[in-house]
């Protein structure tokens, strides 16, 4: 089932998600298995990258990045280097057009990440430039920061000002 993604200015996706509990027995969760069914369907079908619950109205700790990789209650153990990343957000429209907004963003060249596969068992990643990014984008949304917040302030002005 594609599941609705909720637009910027919701308030779910200012705050913060909370973290998943009883990951030893998450695979026999059908509850959180079915969440991530969906996550993975709706990142398909509306041609995106990653999508963390909280877009889809649920506040738990859960990520898709790179299409249908899953990590749960993930978290940044190290970052280095820097590079601009151009990203859409499927939670940042431009309400005219029905399209996600280019922003351009400052993100960490290479990323180490911790937390959980679907199965419950730790996940140790290495990642850099744009799946580095995406790893940073959905955690970003985990705690409820938005592209619109790390881009520069007359972007952001403008955006509230013309789009919102």
Do not use: W
């Not at 738990?60 to 151009?86: A, C, E, Q, T």
């Not at 939670?91 to 959980?116: L, N």
């Amino acid at each position: 089932m594609k599941m609705e993604i909720l637009i910027y200015p919701s308030n779910l996706l200012l705050m913060k998600s909370k973290e998943v509990d009883d990951i030893a027995n998450v695979s026999d969760n059908s509850e959180i298995q079915t969440l991530i069914d969906h996550m993975v369907r709706t990142v398909y079908e509306n041609d995106g990258v990653g999508l963390a619950a909280n877009q889809i109205g649920q506040s738990k700790r859960i990520i898709i990045y790179d299409k249908d990789k899953v990590l749960i209650n993930p978290y940044d153990i190290k970052m280095s280097g820097d590079f601009r990343s151009i990203e859409e957000c499927l939670s940042i429209m431009d309400m005219y057009i029905k399209k996600p907004i280019p922003v351009i963003v400052d993100r960490f060249e290479k990323i180490i990440v911790r937390g959980f596969d679907r199965d419950g068992k730790d996940v140790r990643l290495s990642e850099t430039y744009s799946t580095a990014a995406c790893l940073q984008h959905e955690i970003d949304h985990l705690n409820g920061i938005l592209t619109i917040h790390r881009c520069s302030q007359l972007f952001y002005d403008r955006f509230v000002r013309f789009v919102v």
